[in-house]
């Protein structure tokens, strides 16, 4: 796996294999691999003829008492697990390199950028959108895997795309579940033995919710009442929000449908996390 520092760089590397007639299959990360990650690089490899990856953590996507410091940085394992799923090339830029000093242009993806996580968190898609545009300008046309459990991401960066007539196709892929059902994610290391227990009650309060969908309920004031009730069954968890909600715009909807996104993020203890099912 040859592993590339500069934008320049990956810029010519991108050219050369789509030059040999492979399209490039992306994933983006900011390390700490887990097989979430992996499921993204198995799908582009079945979707591409060549698949890269970058591992990048963003200092422009966290706000000031986030946890930028202490995110897992695990870079060596991280390049051995890609390297054992036949990943070509690792884009893994410095910071000074995505941002070099005197840079001052951002990208914000206005109103459906302050929904859901953007609303918990200000600023936090502005630089999702920022760094990924430029990941985007590295790797050139391509398709970009991204999983669903960061639902209100992947809705933030299909607007994107569209708009700045990116020539990059957004591949949605099924969140991926540790056996007890707790959304794998890269903060679940922040996690005490009893915080572990504690999160479980996320994928709790969503498969209530499915099944009161599945029962024919369809008011989201209704389904949202079913998803409180059984968060409040784990006092040490503060919801951040639960919400009923299109999966395109972000937006409040008074009735679920086909499609539609029910999402929960929540604090156990220190840690935030969230999970999310789309209404079949």
């Given amino acids: 796996m040859r592993i590339v520092k500069r934008v320049v760089e990956m810029q010519i590397a991108c050219r050369e294999l789509r030059a040999g ?5 992306f994933m983006p990360t900011m390390g700490a691999l ?16 060549a698949v890269v990856a970058s591992i990048f953590v963003n200092p422009l996507q966290f706000g000031p008492n986030e946890d930028l410091a202490k995110y897992p940085r ?4 991280d390049c051995r697990k890609l390297e054992g799923e036949g990943v070509e090339i690792l884009f893994a830029p410095e910071v000074g390199e995505m941002y070099p000093e005197g840079a001052v242009t951002t990208v914000t993806v206005a109103g459906i950028g302050d929904r859901l996580d953007g609303a918990s ?3 936090h898609f502005t630089g999702v959108a920022t760094v990924v545009t430029k990941l985007f300008h590295a790797m050139g046309r391509c398709r970009a895997f991204f999983g669903l459990k960061d639902a209100a ?19 949605g892929c099924a969140i991926v579940r540790d056996a007890d059902g707790l959304a794998l994610s890269s903060r679940n290391a922040y996690l005490s033995t009893e915080e572990r227990r504690q999160a ?3 994928r709790r309060v969503l498969v209530e919710m499915e099944r009161g969908v599945a029962g024919g309920e369809r008011e989201s004031v209704a389904l949202i009442d079913r998803g409180m009730k059984v968060l409040a069954t784990e006092p040490g968890v503060r919801v951040d929000y639960l919400a009923v909600v299109d999966a395109g715009t972000l937006l409040p909807v008074e009735l679920a ?9 929540a604090y156990v203890g220190k840690t935030r996390l969230i999970d999310n099912f789309l209404v079949g």
């Fill in 21 to 25: 007639g492979a399209s490039i299959g």
């Fill in 34 to 49: 887990h097989e979430g990650h992996l499921s993204l690089v198995r799908q582009a490899r079945e979707q591409c003829g």
């Fill in 74 to 77: 695990t870079f060596a394992e």
């Fill in 121 to 123: 968190r200000p600023g």
């Fill in 153 to 171: 991401q992947v809705a933030v960066l299909r607007q994107m795309v569209k708009d700045l007539n990116f020539d990059v196709e957004i591949v």
């Fill in 200 to 202: 479980l009650v996320l």
């Fill in 257 to 265: 449908s086909a499609g539609t996104l029910v999402a929960v993020a």
